[in-house]
């Protein structure tokens, strides 16, 4: 049986980490900034600031605690499906005194709550903390969403951080490591944090494979452009071909070329664009593309997971590539500890049985896959988290990104985006048949 009391510290800690990062996302601009809107693909911040804290109240005080609403009124300003992020600069918005006072107020009465809360006993909501396990991952994937803000807002760069720890480069690590084909568990029913689409686990055959040590750096990707990868119109998928021709798209958002060399803005910085490091910001239709130039293919979600979380030697899936033990930053770029990915080649303490490194943390990676349910799937504990989303409009992406948060980001985690959507923090890696 699980110890309730550590429970409520890990569910306390959760919720504290998250907040502490909000905070510091959020008052680290002005009131303007706040307010403005940086991108019609995104939200002003101070949508993000209070649609947390309505999260907030509507899990934990009243379907947890079963109290009053204490802002009815605000429901649906901050209800994500009934406002496109375009048009939210449209509502009437807390201002950014009144947003802080309410998420102050939301979370000293969930404080109590988790305090006076009994965390088994049959409740699915509340057994092993999980209402508030999901709040806290709700409130880092707006941080990861708020910090993608940051980067699109011009001006002067408002974060800081310290550079990620050289690594030990690619030197004698092969290019790709082949996985062997046949059965493995996919997803989780025992992770007590796990959201619904990642359960249940369940039995997955996968054949012989090759994939990727190492994410796609920058440097490779600029050999696809340089061979003329965003002109020739094989390697691209029809919508994807539509899109760099319609947008004038001739590289990853963000960069620039100027003076023979590649040069990125990041969160306020113009640098060199690194090449030892992952490529970010490209959509799937970029990773597609270039995996196609490249005589290879982006691996399925399946193959992913085989290859991050396998155990040849048990037969056992783990909780992360490295093993079941929490993530650590030996492990890991995690928890927005360093504002840009590491060196390819980083992180050996983390790579998985088969050799594979930085699946968790640095980029998120692009699969090939649709972002669809597992057998059994069951909505948890409403269908708006993942259910209608379902199809083949979104891909998966793996691994997590040096944006999100440990909570957020296990070997089992699974995100989906448009396939056209450039601004997150997405690279990916690639595969080929054995």
Not at 157 to 178: F, H, I, S
Request: negative net charge; aromatic residues 10%.
């Amino acid at each position: 049986m699980t110890d309730p009391e550590k429970l409520r510290r890990q569910a306390l800690d959760a919720l504290t980490t998250a907040r502490a990062r909000t905070a510091l996302l959020t008052s680290c601009v002005d009131d303007g900034e706040l307010t403005a809107q940086h991108s019609p693909l995104m939200s002003p911040l101070v949508w993000d600031l209070a649609h947390i804290s309505n999260q907030e109240e509507q899990w934990l005080w009243r379907a947890v605690a079963g109290r009053e609403a204490l802002r009815p009124e605000i429901d649906s300003v901050y209800d994500a499906f009934e406002h496109p992020r375009a048009t939210r600069p449209t509502l009437p918005l807390l201002a950014p005194a009144e947003a802080r006072a309410y998420a102050s107020d939301v979370r000293d009465r969930v404080l109590d709550v988790l305090e006076r809360t009994p965390l088994e006993g049959g409740r699915p909501l509340v057994d092993a903390a999980f209402a508030f396990g999901m709040v806290a991952q709700h409130e880092q994937q707006h941080d990861e969403t708020m910090l993608i803000t940051h980067q699109l807002r011009r001006g002067p760069a408002a974060l800081d951080a310290p550079e990620p720890p050289p690594g030990p480069g690619t030197a004698g690590l092969p290019a790709e490591v082949r996985v062997p084909g046949g059965p493995f568990t996919m997803g989780t029913s025992a992770e007590p944090w796990a959201l619904d689409n990642e359960r249940p686990a369940h039995a997955r055959v996968v054949p012989e494979f090759f994939i990727d040590t190492v994410p796609v750096t920058n440097g490779a990707y600029m050999a696809f452009i340089a061979d003329g990868g965003y002109r020739d119109e094989r390697w691209w998928a029809p919508e994807g071909w539509a899109q760099i021709r319609e947008h004038g798209i001739g590289a990853p958002l963000f960069w620039r070329r100027e003076g023979g060399q590649w040069l990125r803005r990041r969160f306020g910085v113009v640098e060199p664009v690194p090449e030892q490091e992952p490529v970010l910001h490209v959509s799937w239709y970029e990773a597609d593309a270039y995996a196609r130039w490249a005589g290879r293919r982006l691996p399925t979600e399946e193959e992913w997971e085989k290859a991050a979380r396998h155990d040849p030697v048990s037969g056992r899936s783990l909780r992360y590539p490295w093993g079941d033990d929490d993530p650590t930053p030996e492990h890991a770029n995690l928890g927005q500890r360093h504002l840009r990915p590491a060196a390819t080649g980083s992180y050996p303490a983390g790579q998985s049985p088969f050799g594979v490194r930085q699946l968790i943390g640095d980029v998120w990676e692009w699969t090939s896959s649709d972002f669809l349910p597992y057998p059994g799937f069951v909505a948890f504990p409403y269908k708006e988290y993942s259910e209608v989303f379902f199809g083949p409009a979104h891909k998966v992406l793996r691994g997590g990104s040096f944006a999100v948060d440990p909570v957020a980001c296990r070997g089992t985690f699974r995100n989906w985006d448009l396939p056209v959507r450039r601004q997150i923090f997405s690279g990916f890696r690639t595969a080929r048949d054995a």
